[in-house]
T-cell receptor, first 111, second 114 residues
């Protein structure tokens, strides 16, 4: 079983709409959770960390459900510039700084 | 800009050849991790170097090897290249002290094996 599972999409979203997606992780002992953004043919960049209490950064809201081992990301009022791949990322343990990535959710915002 | 630079940016090699990819970490960082990202997939962890020692390895064969130098820059070497090695190779540097610290990625080296 893969460490992080994501449904890749694509998610075609009208400009101004809300889009949400989840990922699941297999290791219940995983320590930290993140969403990274990756633009086409570019490197991944940290979008936000994810906490059990839920956290928000502008139009982006992330949530962690440890009991069900899933992580979610919601984007409100989508902009054309939000078009990218959103990677669900888990830090399995603190033994090193190894990150486990999902396949990513490809989001295309349509005018 | 993350301050992490990789070279070369693109490379074409023939099956069976060897390749060396280079990564210059961000100033002050002590850890470099290497990832392989095949088309349509998320990055997969190859290995990590901390203070010149390997500190964790993913599910990659021994023909993938690496080095970290005293200035914390790093190399990834791949021997006996196979067609499936075609991918974007990413390095990420961080200042690791035993808990998570943000990893900053370089722009990657796109390797094509023909």
């Amino acid at each position: 079983r893969k460490e992080v599972e994501q449904d890749p999409g694509p998610f075609n979203v009208p400009e101004g709409a809300t889009v949400a997606f989840n990922c699941t992780y297999s290791n219940s002992a995983s320590q930290s959770f993140f969403w990274y953004r990756q633009d086409c043919r570019k490197e991944p960049k940290l979008l936000m960390s994810v906490y059990s209490s839920g956290n928000e950064d502008g139009r982006f809201t992330a949530q962690l459900n440890r009991a069900s081992q899933y992580i979610s990301l919601l984007i409100r009022d989508s902009k054309l510039s939000d078009s990218a791949t959103y990677l669900c990322v888990v830090l399995p343990d603190y033994g090193n700084n190894r990150l486990a990535f999902g396949k990513g959710n490809q989001v295309v915002v349509i005018p | 800009e993350t301050g992490v630079t990789q070279s070369p940016t693109h490379l074409i090699k023939t099956r069976g050849q060897q390749v060396t990819l280079r990564c210059s970490s961000q100033s002050g960082h002590n850890t470099v991790s290497w990832y392989q990202q095949a088309l349509g997939q998320g990055p997969q962890f190859i290995f990590q170097y901390y203070r010149e020692e390997e500190n964790g390895r993913g599910n990659f064969p021994p023909r993938f090897s690496g080095l970290q130098f005293p200035n914390y820059s790093s190399e990834l070497n791949v021997n006996a290249l196979e067609l499936d090695d075609s991918a974007l190779y990413l390095c990420a540097s961080s200042f690791w002290t035993g808990t998570w610290s943000e990893a900053f990625f370089g722009q990657g080296t796109r390797l094509t094996v023909v």
